[in-house]
C-alpha cells in the first residue's frame, strides 16, 4: 500500500519532515532562551505563544479558499514555508522580548498559509481510496521531524552549551524544505481548470458545508480547548530538576507516539468507517493515554 502513494505526497512528507525539524528545534529551545537568557516571565511566554498559536489558526480559515479561489497550491506552500524559513535566523539574534514575539509572529502566519493548501494538494494528487494513508503518511513524517528536531537541540547543547548558537542550526533543514518545494513538487494539473469563484470566502460557501464536516469541526474545537503550548512542557521539565541540555527530551518523548501511529490510523481509516477511529481517538486522549 505505501509504495503505490503518490510521489507529490512523498515529496510534501519531506518538505513537511525538515520544517518540523527545524521549527521544533526552535520550539524546544525557544522558552529556554526567553526564560533563561531575556529572562522573561511565563506570563509573557503564554501570550506570545497564545497570540501565534490563534493566528495560525485564523489565517488556516482563509489559506484553503484562496488556494481553491485562484486555482494554485504551490505558490501558497511556497510563501507559507519561506516565511518560515527567513524566521528562523531572527531567534537567534534576538535580543529583546518584542524581537522574539515578531518572528514567532509571522513563523505562525506561515504556517495558517501553508498548512490547507498543502493538504488540499494530497488530496488532489490522491485516489480516493489512499486518501487515509496518504495523510497519514505525510503526518508520520511530519511527526519525525518533530522527534529529530528536539533531539538536535540536546546534542547541541552537550557540544555547546549556548542555546544561541544552538538555534542557528535550525536554518539549515528549513532549507532544505524549500529547495524541495521548489524543485521536487508540482502542481495538480487539473485543479486551475476548476477553480472555482473568485470570492476567497463567503458565507454561502460555509452553508455549502455537510452537517457532518461541521460536527467534526466542533468536536476539534473542543479537543483544541484543553490543549496548552509545548513551551509550559519545555519550561515544567527544568523546573521537575531536568539539566538543560535534557530538557527538549520532553518533546522527542511525547512526538514518538504520533510517529508510531499516525500511518497506520491512516491505513485503517481507509478500510473502516473513520467516525468510529475518532471516537476511539477521543476517547484515548481524554484518558490522556
Do not use: C
Amino acid at each position: 500500500m505505501i509504495r503505490n502513494i503518490p510521489r507529490t505526497v512523498w515529496m510534501l512528507g519531506f518538505v513537511s519532515l525538515f520544517m518540523d525539524f527545524s521549527s521544533e528545534l526552535v520550539h524546544a529551545l525557544l522558552p529556554l532562551l526567553l526564560v533563561n537568557v531575556l529572562h522573561v516571565g511565563m506570563l509573557e511566554v503564554g501570550i506570545i505563544e497564545g497570540i501565534a498559536e490563534s493566528t495560525a489558526l485564523l489565517v488556516k480559515v482563509f489559506s484553503g479558499t484562496l488556494s481553491d479561489a485562484i486555482g494554485k497550491r504551490k505558490i501558497l506552500l511556497v510563501i507559507g514555508y519561506g516565511l518560515a524559513t527567513i524566521t528562523k535566523p531572527f531567534f537567534p539574534l534576538a535580543q529583546h522580548v518584542e524581537s522574539v514575539f515578531a518572528a514567532r509572529f509571522m513563523d505562525r502566519i506561515g504556517k495558517g498559509i501553508r498548512g490547507a493548501p498543502r493538504d488540499a494538494l494530497v488530496a488532489d494528487v490522491t485516489p480516493k481510496a489512499m486518501l487515509g494513508s496518504a495523510y497519514g503518511l505525510r503526518q508520520s513524517m511530519d511527526t519525525v521531524g518533530a522527534v529529530l528536531g528536539p533531539l538536535a537541540a540536546v546534542g547541541l547543547l552537550f557540544l555547546y552549551e549556548d542555546i544561541r548558537f544552538a538555534l542557528w542550526f535550525a536554518f539549515i533543514p528549513a532549507l532544505f524544505s524549500m529547495y524541495i518545494i521548489f524543485f521536487k513538487i508540482k502542481e495538480s494539473t487539473h485543479l486551475a481548470k476548476n477553480a472555482q469563484s473568485k470570492k476567497i470566502f463567503s458565507l454561502t460557501l460555509m452553508r455549502s458545508f455537510s452537517p457532518s464536516f461541521w460536527l467534526v469541526v466542533a468536536i476539534g474545537s473542543l479537543f483544541m480547548l484543553a490543549r496548552f503550548s509545548e513551551a509550559f512542557l519545555v519550561l515544567k521539565a527544568q523546573e521537575g530538576g531536568f539539566k538543560i541540555e535534557f530538557v527538549p527530551l520532553v518533546m522527542a518523548v511525547m512526538s514518538v507516539a504520533y510517529v508510531v501511529s499516525s500511518y497506520p490510523a491512516g491505513v485503517l481509516s481507509d478500510r473502516f468507517e473513520r467516525r468510529y477511529l475518532l471516537y476511539i481517538g477521543g476517547r484515548l486522549r481524554k484518558r490522556n493515554i
